[in-house]
């Protein structure tokens, strides 16, 4: 009877043993329960789930502490839906890390509002994918300032599609790297239109692919400077159409180096009207001259 009964005693304390240690172990908090304000310390910010994240309302997303921002992982910043990257401040923009922007799909890129865009760090553009600028329409990209569009890496310009480049402003066209603007297309060349071409430093223009010089229009063709013109490879000038040569004018042709005379194809000099000839006569020597 001992020996039952001491039995049972081990049993129900074996039971209430673990009763107790079932009780003591806390269940996961629901996603309701989690109340999200700036006192929410860096350890339960980073202890929430992605389901959880995805399941805070706009109101708490931008209620979280800006200080906070940086610590959240790639994880949990690509949970966001794109109302709560909408609801974002543009103090929590300014505070994302390059690691965490890049994460974003183009449907959460395209929900980036303008003032959250600007608000990025010039290193976070630089971290933006393809297919994110890609994303971005040309309202976005108006918003951007002048130093995020030269930060932008090369081959993110060589994607802007020609209603993005029209929407650029005369300054953001100007901010361009040389190496950015050898990466744009004939396409998105004649998007710049006549005000884009004219603001373009001569390190830019010395830039232009030779199939992008070709695709100019006459109307961009009479915009270049002086400068411009006199800054252009002699292998852009080779590349230069018939009516291109009929647009220069005296000035432009007047402004040609000697190389860049010596590139021009008997063609090119056929098209070069009256004046113009007369603009090169007294300084330049012309290879393709009659009688030589």
Same mark, same amino acid.
């Given at each position: 009877m001992f020996g039952f009964s001491s039995a049972l005693s081990a049993i129900r304390f074996i039971i209430e043993s673990l009763g107790l240690a $079932?009780?003591?172990?806390?269940?996961?908090?629901?996603?309701? *329960?989690?109340?999200?304000?700036?006192?929410l310390t860096s350890t339960q910010l980073k202890a929430l789930t992605t389901a959880q994240i995805a399941a805070l309302t706009p109101d708490q997303v931008?209620?979280?502490?800006?200080? /906070?921002?940086?610590?959240? *992982?790639?994880?949990?910043?690509?949970?966001?839906?794109?109302?709560?990257?909408?609801?974002?401040?543009?103090?929590?923009?300014?505070? /994302?890390?390059?690691?965490?922007?890049?994460?974003?799909?183009?449907?959460?890129?395209?929900?980036?509002?303008?003032?959250?865009?600007?608000?990025l760090t010039t290193a976070a553009i630089a971290a933006l994918g393809t297919s994110q600028v890609a994303a971005l329409n040309a309202e976005q990209l108006g918003a951007l300032s002048s130093q995020q569009i030269a930060a932008m890496e090369t081959r993110d310009v060589a994607v802007l599609d020609t209603a993005a480049i029209t929407a650029l402003r005369s300054d953001?066209?100007?901010?361009?790297?040389?190496?950015? $603007?050898?990466? $744009?297309g004939t396409a998105g060349v004649i998007a710049m239109g006549t005000q884009g071409i004219a603001v373009l430093n001569t390190a830019a223009v010395a830039a232009l692919r030779s199939?992008?010089?070709?695709?100019?229009?006459?109307?961009?063709?009479a915009t270049l400077g002086t400068g411009q013109v006199a800054a252009l490879k002699t292998g852009q000038i080779s590349a230069l159409q018939s009516d291109q040569i009929v647009a220069l004018t005296s000035q432009q042709v007047a402004s040609l180096q000697t190389?860049?005379?010596?590139? /021009?194809?008997?063609?090119?000099?056929?098209?070069?009207?009256?004046?113009? $000839?007369?603009?090169l006569s007294t300084r330049a020597s012309m290879p393709w001259a009659p009688g030589r």
């Open positions: $079932i009780a003591a172990a806390p269940e996961a908090p629901a996603v309701d *329960s989690v109340t999200v304000d700036e006192t931008a209620a979280l502490a800006t200080d /906070l921002i940086p610590l959240l *992982s790639t994880a949990q910043i690509a949970a966001f839906t794109a109302e709560q990257i909408v609801a974002m401040t543009a103090e929590q923009f300014a505070a /994302l890390q390059t690691n965490q922007v890049g994460v974003w799909n183009t449907d959460q890129t395209a929900a980036i509002e303008l003032a959250d865009l600007a608000a953001q066209i100007q901010a361009l790297t040389s190496a950015q $603007i050898g990466a $744009i199939d992008a010089i070709a695709s100019l229009t006459t109307d961009q063709i190389q860049q005379i010596g590139a /021009l194809n008997t063609s090119q000099a056929a098209a070069l009207e009256t004046a113009d $000839i007369a603009a």
